[in-house]
């Protein structure tokens, strides 16, 4: 399945509304115009500046692994020779959340998965995911913690028809 832009000159406002479960709330939108065509998908990982991922390469090498994972089980194949039909790239970063009472506060984390236009670099679809981020977690069931979050972003990309 291909993806057809037409026009996508910006951002699409925040259509495809956001669920909270277990203290991760996630959502998702679609680029404006963006349509489905086509019986199968090719996609690469997008390696342009400021795509870099994280800090933590474990971090990294798991949200790559669950993603290619998750792509794969929606029909997507990685394509590394030839110009994919996609690019996929993720962004992310912490922040610190208070209470209103002031007197507690935590680390959140978020996390953004991207589907972009390999042509124009435009935004096809966006999945994001926020939580907080719990550092006493072993390495294990931080891989298990990732997969769920990239599992439940990626739920919401339905390819088919732009919601």
Request: charged share 30%; hydrophobic share 25%.
């Given at each position: 399945m291909k993806f057809v832009l037409g026009g996508l000159s910006g951002l699409a406002v925040l259509a495809a509304?956001?669920?909270?479960?277990g203290g991760l709330e996630v959502g998702s939108f679609w680029g404006p115009a963006a349509?489905?065509?086509?019986?199968?998908?090719?996609?690469?990982?997008?390696?342009?500046?400021?795509?870099?991922g994280f800090e933590n390469p474990e971090v990294n090498n798991a949200l790559r692994?669950?993603?290619?994972?998750?792509?794969?089980?929606?029909?997507?194949r990685r394509e590394t020779k030839a110009r994919p039909d996609l690019w996929v790239r993720y962004r992310g970063g912490k922040y610190i959340q208070q209470a209103e009472s002031g007197f507690q506060s935590w680390d959140e984390g978020a996390l953004g998965v991207e589907i972009l236009d390999p042509g124009s670099g435009g935004l096809i679809w966006?999945?994001?995911?926020?939580?907080?981020?719990?550092?006493?977690?072993?390495?294990?069931?931080?891989?298990?913690?990732?997969?769920q979050i990239v599992q439940r972003i990626l739920s919401n990309?339905?390819?088919g028809s732009p919601k």
């Open positions: 509304g956001c669920s909270t479960t349509k489905l065509s086509g019986a199968s998908s090719t996609y690469d990982w997008e390696e342009r500046e400021g795509s870099k692994a669950s993603i290619d994972q998750h792509m794969a089980a929606k029909g997507f966006r999945g994001t995911a926020k939580t907080r981020i719990d550092y006493s977690v072993s390495p294990d069931k931080l891989r298990k913690r990732i997969d990309f339905t390819p």
